[in-house]
């Protein structure tokens, strides 16, 4: 063999490819500002909203803003002012809680009058939005046999 190539096929290596690069350089390069690939423009991205709201520890309702925590939970009736509600309640800490607490306050579910307590308030996205589901696409349940057969059979009409 006169080469010091495996193989005797072209490919990349071969003596053309200097004069090919040339070439191409040779070329004259558009001057100005890059056309846009979407004549139409740019799509707007899908903004969600955001909801700030205290839940309930126990069955996770959102309470209404300005509400008593020294009271209870308008759907499941459990004590609002306790420690598993508190911003400050963390299980893997000291007396479970982040703030410095003489005494351990047990138990964790049912009212105290800890001075340190503050609601936690989650942030959420909004699921009902106004756009985002048209009437036409939400299905409804049939309400009889009647209906459901009826719309079983509106399936097929020609």
Not at 28 to 46: A, C, E, N, S
Not at 90 to 112: A, G, Y
Request: charged share 25%; hydrophobic share 25%.
């Amino acid at each position: 063999m006169d080469s010091d190539r495996k193989y005797r096929s072209h490919g990349y290596m071969d003596s053309d490819r200097d004069q090919s690069q040339r070439g191409r350089d040779d070329r004259p390069r558009f001057q100005g500002p890059k056309p846009p690939i979407d004549v139409t423009g740019p799509r707007l991205p899908r903004m969600v909203q955001n909801v700030t709201a205290a839940r309930c520890w126990n069955c996770a309702t959102t309470l209404p803003h300005g509400i008593d925590f020294k009271g209870a939970c308008p759907k499941c009736n459990s004590d609002l002012h306790c420690c598993k509600l508190c911003a400050h309640f963390e299980p893997s800490t000291r007396f479970q809680c982040l703030k410095p607490v003489p005494v351990r306050i047990s138990p964790k579910d049912t009212s105290n009058q800890c001075e340190l307590f503050s609601p936690r308030v989650t942030v959420a996205r909004e699921v009902t939005s106004s756009g985002s589901a048209s009437p036409a696409s939400v299905t409804q349940s049939p309400r009889s046999p009647a209906d459901a057969r009826a719309a079983f059979d509106n399936l097929f009409k020609k």
